[in-house]
């Protein structure tokens, strides 16, 4: 509103501006124009002239004439000096031609009236458009009168380029969205029944799987204009702007309707208005206005709302109530078929050996989102022209996997033989823990390549079938198996490294939530005690109870922590040859299979056995 007003007053004081000017300009300039050229000349001439009844105008003053003399060929004004000549004014006077004046000039309608009005005119109406110009690219907008306009970009069908096609997985969402596409298509057959078209559809999930890629893929499908606009845009450095735009967005679409707007990232304006007043006016004024829109199109015209975000708990209520964004589709991680799907889908994009095993990428990346996949696929061709093939192959995509997760090896980073070994048995006290415990996942792959993620080496284990529920054992032996890299380095080198950091973070992490969450500890029974408050982004914790609960808390894990611990190294010292025997092949080869270890490491049982 601000910016209107302040707008308005600068056209006020452009008009005057351009009013007192074009008055100066008559008053000063006009004068200097129209005033006749004078020619000093001498008393004699003026007598002649006189004489010949050439003079049409004359004034006379105490020691100058001047005088105007018009021939048949010219006209002229002269002035000369003042002899005595006392009856000179009688002569004049005599004359018929002759007019006393003060006023010499010569006036030119036509010439007056371009430089005293037309010209000042043009030169302001063109110095208004080259500041409005530049006003408008400081403002990011597109032309003069662009305040207050959504800058929404517009998109009829297939313009994006994207169609469902290219989302791969994401079933449940794309049943949704082909709905939505359908209504706008044929809305008859549901108006037959009665239905009513969701007004809108909040697209929640994780960053990155691919919440912005299913919408612009249904304006790829749908045969309507398709409005896409972030939140972030609404953001403006004036106060009231965001309203503005939000009023033009949704004039915008109602004139187009049947239509879609797209609103991405929609937490940036959509955020839980609060009670103090510290708040931020602006987006309370824009989120206002947003839904005051939602309310105020009928659901029949045909204008339907995506929007999408990953922080949904974040998003006011308001917003969420039905009638407003009344479905809510999930686009969460992909599961194992989704994440194949995904990496088949982008691998269309480059060239492949022939039978490549994408399920068994996709088992060894669980948790990872749409745009990570994306990535994989496109690091395993950079990898493929670096050592200068053709076609990308299996290797390609699972060190791929690995630069994704843990980057780049270092391998130019100089560690000492000591430190290797040290290594070494870390990463085979980890594997040795997983694979001696039913619980847990089987080891893919061991390495003590240095990363430039920071990771000195890491072992790989991956799950047979995907998984959707921990159960308490596995929790136990994940928790011990993170432990089992810190347990070699104490039995074999009585020491402890920092290399173990991340393990102990990870542990905690595990062994916390089995306390506060999934009621897995023998204090507490099944009791929330911590609740997570951003779920799709890291899952953060905050905790629902009394400060002495919270130290029981932190006894119950570090027992479990503990416990975990003393497992881990007993089951070291159980297999200890192993431990020594893997350890050394692991130094010498500096990756090995899941395979390879397993079949050194039935090979030694066999033996004991
Ligand atoms: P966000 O959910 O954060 O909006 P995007 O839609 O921007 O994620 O996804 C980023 C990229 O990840 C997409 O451009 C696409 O290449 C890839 N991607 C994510 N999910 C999928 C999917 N289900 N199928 C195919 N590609 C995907
Ligand atoms: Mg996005
Ligand atoms: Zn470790």
Not at 177 to 195: M, Q, R
Not at 472 to 499: D, H, Q, Y
Not at 515 to 538: C, H, I, K, P, W
Request: proline share 3%.
């Amino acid at each position: 509103m601000n910016n209107e007003k302040n707008y308005s007053k600068h056209i006020i004081v452009f008009i005057i501006s351009s009013l007192v000017l074009t008055l100066l300009m008559n008053i000063l300039v006009m004068p200097q124009l129209t005033k006749p050229k004078v020619e000093e000349t001498n008393y004699s001439f003026f007598l002649d002239k006189l004489e010949d009844g050439e003079i049409t105008l004359v004034q006379v003053k105490d020691n100058q004439i001047k005088f105007k003399v018009e021939s048949d060929d010219k006209k002229q004004v002269y002035v000369t000096g003042r002899m005595s000549d006392p009856n000179l004014v009688e002569r004049l006077h005599k004359d018929k031609n002759v007019v006393f004046t003060e006023n010499f000039e010569e006036r030119n309608i036509l010439l007056e009236f371009l430089v005293g009005w037309v010209l000042p005119l043009v030169f302001f109406i063109v110095l208004w458009n080259i500041l409005m110009k530049g006003m408008a690219k400081r403002m990011g907008g597109g032309n003069a009168m662009s305040f207050g306009k959504s800058n929404a970009k517009i998109y009829v069908k297939a313009q994006t380029g994207k169609t469902f096609a290219d989302v791969a997985g994401q079933d449940e969402a794309k049943e949704a969205l082909v709905e939505i596409v359908d209504f706008l298509h044929n809305p008859e057959k549901y108006a037959e029944i009665g239905a009513n078209l969701p007004k809108g559809a909040l697209l929640v999930g994780p960053p990155g799987t691919g919440k912005t890629l299913l919408a612009q893929a249904v304006a790829g499908e749908a045969e309507v204009p398709f409005f896409s606009i972030s939140g972030s845009e609404f953001v403006e450095m004036f106060v009231g702007m965001g309203a503005a735009k939000v009023r033009d967005l949704f004039k915008q679409a109602a004139e187009k309707a049947p239509c879609i707007v797209f609103i991405d990232e929609i937490d940036t304006i959509g955020k839980k208005r609060d009670g103090n007043f510290s708040g931020n006016d602006e987006r309370e004024q824009t989120l206002n206005q947003l839904l005051t829109e939602m309310d105020g199109f009928d659901g029949k015209k045909g204008v339907v709302i995506l929007a999408a975000t990953n922080r949904p708990e974040s998003l006011d209520p308001a917003l969420l109530r039905p009638g407003r964004f009344d479905r809510r589709i999930p686009a969460e991680l992909p599961d194992l078929n989704g994440r194949e799907a995904i990496l088949k889908v982008h691998a269309k994009k480059i060239k492949t050996e022939e039978n490549i095993d994408y399920n068994a990428i996709a088992r060894a990346t669980a948790g990872a989102s749409g745009a990570e996949l994306a990535n994989i696929i496109n690091e395993a061709a950079l990898r493929a022209v670096r050592n200068d093939r053709k076609v990308v192959n299996q290797s390609d995509l699972e060190e791929s996997v690995e630069v994704v997760i843990a980057g780049y090896q270092r391998k130019n980073a100089v560690i000492s033989q000591k430190e290797k070994e040290l290594i070494a048995y870390h990463e085979i006290g980890h594997a040795l823990v997983a694979a001696m415990q039913k619980a847990s996942a089987p080891v893919h792959k061991i390495t003590i390549i240095p990363r430039t993620s920071g990771a000195l080496g890491y072992t790989m284990q991956v799950d047979e079938d995907e998984k959707f529920l921990l159960t308490k054992e596995e929790a136990l032996a994940r928790i011990a198996t993170f432990t089992g890299g810190r347990s070699a380095e104490e039995l074999v080198f009585n020491t402890c490294t920092s290399g173990a950091s991340n393990d102990i973070e990870q542990a905690t992490k595990i062994a916390r939530a089995m306390v506060t969450r999934f009621g897995m500890s023998s204090t507490f029974d099944m009791v929330a005690l911590e609740t997570v408050t951003n779920q799709y982004l890291g899952g953060d914790t905050s905790l629902a109870c009394s400060a002495e609960t919270a130290a029981k808390i932190d006894t119950e894990v570090n027992d479990i922590v503990r416990k975990a611990h003393q497992k881990a190294q007993q089951i070291l010292k159980d297999n200890i040859d192993k431990l020594h025997e893997l350890s050394a092949f692991l130094l010498e080869k500096e990756t090995i299979t899941g395979e390879e270890f397993m079949a050194i490491l039935n090979k030694e049982s066999n033996n004991t056995l």
